[in-house]
């Protein structure tokens, strides 16, 4: 069924579909509760929260593409069109603020939108595996008309704000209409790139490529080193990205940090436990 690709969580009408009433959301300090419906399922939620996020709590599932939970939202991909007062919103950038709102995601004029926007999409994608999987739930076929040299980017910009959540903001999308395009300074590498990937494994449709071999990883068409963990050896961080965070606390790899966490966590059960101090020896 169009609509619930991204996930596995079940929609409306599933056998596993959410109850038709739901707990409220618990309330944050100092912010209102609004109450309303999601295709007719009754949601209370804290004054604010966006229609694709309430849509989740309620188990509906609206397809996105430039939506990232760790990144701020940017609306530009307009695949999550929702209606809500009789009008098409964008719910990953719509506010809940009324009361007793009524907002549906699978009503005809939303699956005409996500339509006309997945055929927008897929020129500039075809290839992109969620893309042509969406593709073909919704019928939508590329349409060699429009596809003009398709370069598998959809300009969703979910790239460029990951780079700068983390820091570097070493990319940005530049130029207008179809010559807009995500590169690095005056259309160059990016110098201030630090090789975390953050680009690439943010990105909705693989665009950006990269390569690992031999203790290096290439990328942006630079190539950086990758240092050894010095717990274990293996090779995840670049030498830029861990100059980037301060030094060498980050150059432990995320398997070894956990595994060193776990035994400090260990270590201060044993000794909280009774007889602790003795207990510790055996950690
Ligand atoms: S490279 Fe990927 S993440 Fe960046 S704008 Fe293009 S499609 Fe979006
Ligand atoms: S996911 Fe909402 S506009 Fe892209």
Redesign the pocket.
Known sequence: MPGRPDTALPGPGSPAAAPAVLPPRPPRPGIPMVEGTIDGIRVSVPRGTTLLEAARLCGIEIPTLCHHEGLPAEGSCRLCVAEIRGQLAVSCMFPLRDRDFRAETGSPAVMDARRYVLSLLVNRAPKAPRIARLAEEYGVAPDPRFMKDPDG????????RACRANGPEAIA?AGRGFART?TGPFRKPPEDCIGCLA?AL????G??AFSEKAGTRKIWEREFELAPCPECGARVFTREQIGFYGGQASAVCPSCRRRLMATELRKAAAYEAPGGPLLLKSV
Do not use: A, D
């Open positions: 980017c959809i300009r969703c910009g979910r790239c460029v999308l995500v680009c943010s990105c909705p449709t665009k950006i």
